[in-house]
């Protein structure tokens, strides 16, 4: 059992950065694939980036945000954290952080995780 919290979000010009943050809670956090998902109004949830488990050194990033998102993870701390720089409007949604086990697939596939957050808010204004 993993619970996560996300941390981070706010309101920010467009351009601006924000980071967002995930503490994870439970044992056994580095043996998690972690991943950062967002939802805007009226859209489905889409993947935003994901960060393998152990020493966190593969990583996915949305096209949408390559080159402008960041994901880490650091497991002394139990945390992973989203790095968002030069934001866009259409960045806004509420954004999630999730994990899965030992479970083979994509990062993209969201059915994969299984412990999910409950999310916070992130608006761009233009």
């Known amino acids: 059992q993993v619970q996560l919290v996300e941390s981070g979000g706010g309101l920010v010009q467009a351009g601006g950065s924000l980071r967002l943050s995930c503490a994870a809670a439970?044992?056994?956090?580095?043996?998690?694939?972690m991943g950062w998902f967002r939802q805007a109004p009226g859209k489905e949830r889409e993947f935003v980036a994901g960060?393998?488990?152990?020493?966190?050194?593969?990583?996915l990033l949305a096209d949408s945000v390559k080159g402008r998102f960041t994901i880490s993870r650091d497991n002394a701390k139990n945390t992973v954290t989203l790095q968002m720089n030069s934001l866009k409007p259409e960045d806004t949604a509420v954004y999630y952080c999730a994990a899965k086990g030992p479970v083979s697939g994509p990062y993209y596939r969201s059915e994969d995780y299984a412990y999910w957050g409950q999310g916070t808010q992130v608006a761009v204004s233009s």
């Open positions: 960060v393998s488990g152990g020493t966190g050194s593969g990583t």
């Open positions: 439970g044992r056994t956090f580095s043996m998690y694939t």
